[in-house]
C-alpha cells in the first residue's frame, strides 16, 4: 500500500482523525514511558517517534487485514490518520522536512507489519494506550459499515490481548458499530 497525502472526504474519518490527534499529543509528552524496545536513536528509522508511528501502522495493518481482505474504506481512513501523524503538535510533527522518506518507511511498515507481540509490549503498562490501541482497530475494521466473523474474531483476540475490560470493549465497539 502507497500511502500519499490527501484531504478528509467524510466527516466520520474527520472525527475519528481528531480523537486519535488528541492520543497523538498524549504520547508526545509521555515519551519515556514506552518500552526499552523501540528506544533507539540510529537514524531516522529508529528515532522514537517513527519506532512509535510503526507500531500504529502495524496494528491498523493488521486491523485493515482482519477478515484477509483489503477493503478501500479501510485503506483511506489508515491514510488520513497517517496524515494526521505529521499535524502540529502531533507525533511526526518534527517530520516534514522528511515526510517522503517517513511514508516510505511506514509505507512497508505497512506492508510488513511488526509482530503483534511488539504491539502488545508497547501498550502493556498503560491502560489507556491500549484502550486508544484497541479503539483505532475498531474505528477501521467498522469503516464499511458491517463485521464479518474473522474481523469480530480479530477485535475479541485483540481485546484479550490488550486485556481490554468487557464493559470498555463494549463501549468502544458500540461507538462504531452502533
Known amino acids: 500500500m502507497k500511502l500519499k497525502e490527501g484531504r478528509f472526504t467524510i466527516n466520520f474519518l474527520f472525527v475519528m482523525a481528531k480523537k486519535i490527534v488528541q492520543n497523538l499529543k498524549q504520547v508526545k509528552g509521555n515519551k519515556k514511558s ?15 517517534h517513527i519506532e512509535y508511528a510503526k507500531v500504529l501502522l502495524s ?9 484477509g481482505q483489503f477493503k478501500k474504506k479501510e485503506g483511506e481512513i ?3 490518520l497517517v496524515n494526521v501523524l505529521f499535524e502540529p503538535d ?4 518534527g517530520f516534514q522536512s522528511q515526510k517522503k522518506q517517513v511514508l516510505e518507511i511506514l509505507s512497508k511498515t505497512f506492508d510488513n507489519p ?34 464479518n466473523q474473522a474481523e469480530i474474531q480479530f477485535l475479541e483476540d485483540l481485546a ?6 468487557s464493559m470498555d470493549k463494549v463501549r468502544v465497539e458500540k461507538k462504531y458499530l452502533a
Open 34 to 48: 514506552h518500552p526499552e524496545s523501540i528506544h533507539k536513536t540510529l537514524d531516522i528509522e529508529s528515532d522514537l
Open 78 to 80: 489508515v491514510g488520513e
Open 114 to 147: 511488526l509482530p503483534m507481540k511488539t504491539i502488545s509490549k508497547v501498550v502493556a503498562d498503560s491502560d489507556e494506550y491500549a484502550l486508544n490501541f484497541f479503539e483505532d482497530a475498531v474505528c477501521i475494521v467498522a469503516s464499511d459499515g458491517s463485521l
Open 59 to 67: 496494528l491498523w495493518s493488521y486491523a485493515c487485514n482482519a477478515d
Open 160 to 165: 484479550k490481548e490488550f486485556k481490554i475490560s
Open 90 to 93: 502531533c507525533l511526526l510533527s
